[in-house]
């Protein structure tokens, strides 16, 4: 399937894909770059755990808190997991977060799953999107400069229930 043939469908996660997602994270590759987490052990990955986290992507989505996509081809396999994150009292900023299955790099999955989370922060009312990437990770950064993210410069970027604030290359979109 070539890049222009791809069909991306970005939509929150059912108890139906549990099949998809337990494979994909079973066959993931060996990390492939230093972006890359690559394969991981996957033991505890079982139905009452996927169960578990559709629950908490519910609760985040009906807070508003987080909006967490799968991003399905046509043949319903789970090529990327999308996320907006609400980063703002106003509900009016988020952060996306984009991770592409490393068995579906360079085929245009991220680029049709970015141009689709952009609609999705739109349609939830959301006026504003930041992201950030290593500084060294120049594909992601293209990504978001073709997608016309506004290049921010490098900033420290507190991650998630981490301590540390490591320098990232930072990205805004003003929807």
Known sequence: ???????????????????????????QLPSVNAFDEGYFPTQGFNER???????????????HDAFIYGAFDEENRLCAIAQLITLSDDLKTAELKLRVFNLYYHQGVGKQSLKQLINKAKEIGYTK????CSLHHEIAQ???NHQGFT???????QECDQVCWPTKHVFSLDL
């Open 49 to 63: 755990y996927f169960n578990s986290l559709i629950a908490e992507y519910d609760d985040l989505r009906d807070n």
């Open 151 to 157: 290049d921010q410069g490098h900033q420290l970027v």
């Open 1 to 27: 399937m070539s890049k222009q043939d791809l069909v991306i469908t970005l939509r929150p996660f059912s108890q139906e894909d549990f099949n998809a997602w337990l494979w994909v994270h079973n066959h």
């Open 142 to 144: 293209r990504l978001f």
């Open 129 to 132: 999107l930041l992201a950030h």
